[in-house]
């Protein structure tokens, strides 16, 4: 009782929600007080419970201390320190300048939280999608329920458990539970909802939030695109492989929306390319395919089934170059390289979220814009090239929710940059600031005095009038001082 | 509802997927995208309104018989200087933003890069029919977009000349108008478009929405809501009462947006109000307002009747002090007050959208109209003075939702301060009204029902774009910790390097050597 974790019934779902409307409407989370101290607590969170997140990450996706460090704590615990850091400056208003025809007037854009939000966080980085949201939400000012992925439940037990021993139990709330909780939280009446995961889920988020005019933002996925031009350097070469391959199976093994899905590169460096791919691999995971060292698994069963149905087709499987061995009993599947697989299989039309890594042979890299361009626009398109021109050909002929040059996956640490999709990866944008304005509303006030009034602007009317505003509204100041003085003259 | 459009061919599912295939053609031709087509469309749409600015004003009063300064105020001047602000900014706008990186990305730099989002419809209203179809399409030609307007069916005159001059003046490959009403709008909406712009009701915002979400297509929902006016005694009443009753019957005789919906003010206070808006009305309109030519009519007979039935409930008729005469054959509506009608009425639970005002005064008991989930503790306080009374009255506003504006007019520092950190709205101004509405540089747009997304100024040119990161990296500085095999000396570096500490990241190189 009063843990803040609730279970199936209905009943409770909206007891929760009444305190928590309680909550916010007493004004408690709008103080930069509570804001900051429950960040401090969260950071606190953290650290006093690494051990414990990472054997949670380890029992759920297989995950290595290190990559969990990076992909999970480290995020959450950097995202906390900035939010910390930089609350008094995004808590304040921001002054407008106006012009003088207003005069005399002031007017600024104050945020104010928007009240009560949900958050639905995914399976793949189930401490980092959770919590980083909720660092906005919290910095906003918001009361917020998190329903963490029960696809990793030692996770999502962890934070229902974990989160109510440090934060404010009345403001924030983690409701756990599958597919019938969340439609319990989607009838709900949300004043923003978050929603990390798949395009098909979100699109039912999106139909229930329509009822209550909620608004949402939506991070998904994608096909995300490697574009490997050619580097005559041949350490920069080396380095570019590392940084695909710390790309594609780093992260969770494949299973991350901004992880590479496929490659694109000239046929006549393909070869060149994959073999460096196959020396890399071996480096960073070890010689034996059974018994991959630093390496997260597949997250479950079905999963694993749908990434094994993508090689299965015989067209597909004849393309495999290196890998393709399967471990079921323990989720795994060994990186694997394709090359050119038939564009119409499943693996070329759906986002892989696995460790199969197609390369695609152009005859003229270039080709690659277009390539892109036919398929939908993905949350990150990467590129590895030294031509500036081609460079900015990318950047200006295709769309995707980011471009990075020459890494990967880099850009979700910077800050100062929205994250975010664009078209069928998403909308809406967070990290820093961005993730304080998400969950804001930017209210605009205009303060008046009762000085100087502009009689025109009312009736009755007539052609003073209507002078007078057609001047005003070019600012023409000197017109409308020689109309002034032309009418006292009459 | 109103009837098809006058064009030969129905436009239905087929004729909205082909229009589709023609506009994302052009889209991906790249011609919206430079500048100079931006530039060139947006030099015509101020042609638009110069050459045709009797046209546009004939239009306009033929649909709402608007009095044309009215209708020049709100609709020509503002999408002018829309225009004008475009025209004068799109340089800037279109400038990728220099953001910093820190040591955690070294070596690094990041800009975020606008580019236009691709082929975006835009639903206008009827109240504003020319600007509410128009401004948007300033802000989404701006950003580069091909687009798709739909101007309100009620307006026929001004649906049909914005297709005509649309279809004249602009680029006709990338920008284009559908008239129609309910069928031809629901063959729009069944398309995958890249952003919908809607303006209008709640009701039909969640349909947009609920057809938005089938294609993952982002919104914005411009609607609105019941816009407080709170009126304190400490005033320079007679500026006060111009402004209160410009806002609400010089826009359109009430049925905007905007308008002050209804008014609160202290039982002291409200006899010398009354009496002076009483004085003002009669200045504006005359002794006869349905003689007048300056107040705009009831858009048509459907919503002439629902406000007829506002006033016809039996909890208000007793409550008008003033107006209350209609002339339903010529759509006329006197502006009408009414004093403490019961909060449970009709006029109460809806937007009135019309020249009826009615007018509060505390002393009375608020009951907040959504139940348990939000209790005011703060109703049942003594009252000790007319800030005090009017401070709860506060509450009254928020348990209605969140309106598009609220406005209060006093010079009580700690009232305003007050009203500015409880009232949740789009946006607030006190001691004037509607007038936020002009001021490019704040946001437009409403919060909870009255809305979702804003525009104005550089606000439409953002609305209607994607902003993406960019991040550059070079090969040099490439960190082994970032790849396996994994070790804890790893993670020691990582952990400084996310840190963002310069000093540690130094530390944990040191110890690694």
Not at chain 2, 283 to 299: Q, T
């Amino acid at each position: 009782m009063g843990s803040g974790v609730h279970g199936m019934e209905g009943g409770g779902v909206e007891e929760s929600l009444a305190e928590l409307r309680q909550t916010f409407r007493s004004g408690k989370t709008r103080t930069a007080s509570w804001r900051k101290s429950q960040l401090k607590a969260l950071l606190r969170l953290i650290h006093e419970n690494e051990d414990k997140i990472f054997e949670a990450l380890k029992h759920d996706l297989g995950k290595h201390a290190v990559e969990a460090y990076r992909d999970e704590l480290g995020v959450v615990e950097k995202s906390a320190n900035n939010s910390l850091s930089c609350l008094d400056e995004w808590m304040a208003p921001k002054k407008s300048k106006l012009p003088w025809l207003f005069f005399p007037a002031s007017a600024q854009v104050l945020p104010e939280p928007l009240g009560l939000v949900l958050i639905l966080s995914s399976w793949n980085f189930p401490i980092s999608m959770a919590l980083d949201p909720v660092i906005g939400a919290i910095s906003a000012g918001n009361s917020v329920v998190l329903k963490p992925s029960e696809q990793a439940p030692a996770c999502s037990y962890l934070l229902a458990h974990t989160i109510p021993l440090y934060l404010d139990s009345k403001a924030i709330k983690v409701i756990e539970g599958g597919k019938e909780i969340s439609q319990q939280l989607l009838e709900q009446k949300w004043d923003k909802i978050f929603f990390t995961g798949s395009s098909s889920v979100a699109r039912i988020v999106m139909s229930a939030a329509a009822k209550h005019l909620t608004p949402v933002t939506l991070e998904l996925g994608g096909k995300c695109p490697v574009i490997y031009d050619h580097l005559s350097s041949p350490s920069d070469t080396e380095v570019a492989v590392k940084r695909i391959v710390g790309g594609k199976w780093g992260p969770c093994n494949g299973q991350a929306c901004i992880g590479v899905d496929y490659v694109l590169v000239e046929e006549k460096y393909a070869s060149q390319m994959i073999e460096m791919l196959k020396k890399t691999i071996k480096k960073f995971y070890g010689e034996n395919p059974k018994q991959l060292q630093n390496i997260s698994r597949i997250v479950n069963e079905h999963h694993f089934q749908r990434l094994r149905n993508l090689i299965k087709d015989p067209l597909v499987a004849d393309s495999i170059v290196h890998g393709g061995s399967i471990d079921e009993e323990n989720l795994f599947i060994e990186p694997t390289i394709l090359l050119d697989p038939p564009l119409d299989a499943d693996i070329m039309t759906e986002e892989i979220f696995g460790p199969l890594l197609p390369i695609i042979t152009l005859k003229n890299i270039e080709e690659s814009i277009e390539f892109i361009n036919s398929r939908p626009k993905p949350l990150a398109l990467y590129a590895f090239t030294k031509n500036e021109a081609f460079k900015r050909r990318i950047l200006s002929e295709t769309s995707s929710g980011s471009v990075t040059f020459n890494d990967i996956m880099v850009q979700f640490l910077c800050d100062t940059l929205p994250f975010g999709g664009v078209g069928q990866s998403g909308f809406g944008s967070y990290h820093g600031k961005y993730s304080f304005d998400n969950f804001s509303h930017e209210k605009a006030v205009l303060q008046r005095y009762f000085i100087l009034e502009l009689e025109p602007r009312f009736p009755p009317w007539n052609d003073f009038k209507l002078n007078f505003i057609r001047l005003a509204y070019k600012f023409d100041y000197l017109g409308l001082m020689l109309l002034l003085l032309g009418l006292r003259r009459d | 509802m109103a009837e098809d459009s006058e064009t030969k061919k129905v436009f239905d599912a087929e004729a909205a997927a082909s229009l589709m295939k023609d506009l994302r053609g052009s889209y991906a031709s790249g011609r919206t995208r430079s500048y100079e087509w931006r530039v060139a469309q947006l030099k015509n749409m101020m042609k638009i309104v110069d050459d045709h600015e009797q046209d546009i004003l004939d239009a306009i009063r033929a649909d709402l018989c608007k009095p044309d300064q009215e209708a020049y105020i709100a609709e020509i001047s503002i999408m002018k200087s829309s225009c004008m602000r475009a025209l004068g900014e799109l340089h800037r706008w279109m400038k990728p933003e220099k953001v910093k990186t820190s040591v955690t990305t070294f070596p690094s730099s990041a800009e975020i890069v606008s580019e236009p989002l691709g082929v975006v419809l835009i639903i206008g209203a009827w109240n504003f029919p020319l600007l509410l179809s128009l401004d948007p399409a300033i802000g989404a030609i701006a950003a580069g977009n091909a687009v798709v307007l739909k101007p309100s069916e009620l307006c026929p005159a001004t649906s049909s000349l914005i297709a005509k001059l649309v279809g004249k003046y602009l680029d006709s490959s990338c920008v284009r108008v559908v008239e129609g009403a309910v069928a031809e709008t629901s063959a729009l909406l069944e398309q995958k478009w890249d952003k919908i712009f809607f303006t209008g009701s709640g009701r039909v915002g969640r349909i947009v929405l609920a057809a938005a979400a089938k294609h993952l297509t982002p919104v914005t929902l411009e609607l609105g809501g019941k816009c407080p006016v709170v009126v304190d005694s400490d005033i320079n009443l007679p500026v006060a009462i111009n402004r209160i009753a410009g806002g609400k019957w010089t826009s359109n005789n009430g049925q905007a947006c905007i308008a002050p919906d209804y008014l609160i003010t202290t039982k002291d206070f409200a006899p010398k109000l009354i009496d002076a808006l009483k004085h003002q009305l009669e200045a504006w309109y005359g002794k006869d307002p349905l003689e007048s030519k300056d107040l705009a009519h009831i858009v048509n007979s459907h919503h002439f009747d629902r406000l007829l039935k506002l006033l016809d409930d039996d909890k208000v008729s007793g409550k008008i002090i003033h107006g209350g005469q209609r002339d339903k054959a010529n759509l006329k509506f006197a502006p009408t007050i009414l004093l403490d009608v019961p909060e449970d009425s009709l006029i109460m639970g809806e937007e009135i959208f019309g020249p009826l005002l009615p007018i509060f005064t505390p002393g009375k008991r608020f009951v907040p109209t959504v139940g348990p989930l939000f209790q005011t503790g703060s109703l049942f306080r003594r009252q000790n003075n007319n800030v005090d009374k009017l401070e709860e009255c506060f509450d009254m506003i928020i348990s209605r939702g969140k309106p598009l504006a609220a406005y209060l007019f006093t010079n009580n520092k700690k009232l305003k301060k007050k009203f500015v950190k409880t009232v949740s709205a789009g946006g607030l101004v006190i001691n004037d009204t509607v007038l936020h509405f002009a001021e490019k540089t704040l946001p437009f747009g409403g919060v909870g029902e009255s809305g979702m997304g804003s525009y104005h100024g550089k606000f439409s040119y953002d609305n209607f774009s994607h902003r993406k990161s960019v991040l550059y990296k070079g090969f040099a500085g490439d960190a082994s910790a970032r790849y396996p095999p994994y070790s804890d000396r790893k993670l020691k570096f990582l952990k400084a390097l996310l840190s963002g500490s310069v000093i540690g990241v130094i530390l944990a190189l040191i110890g690694w050597s």
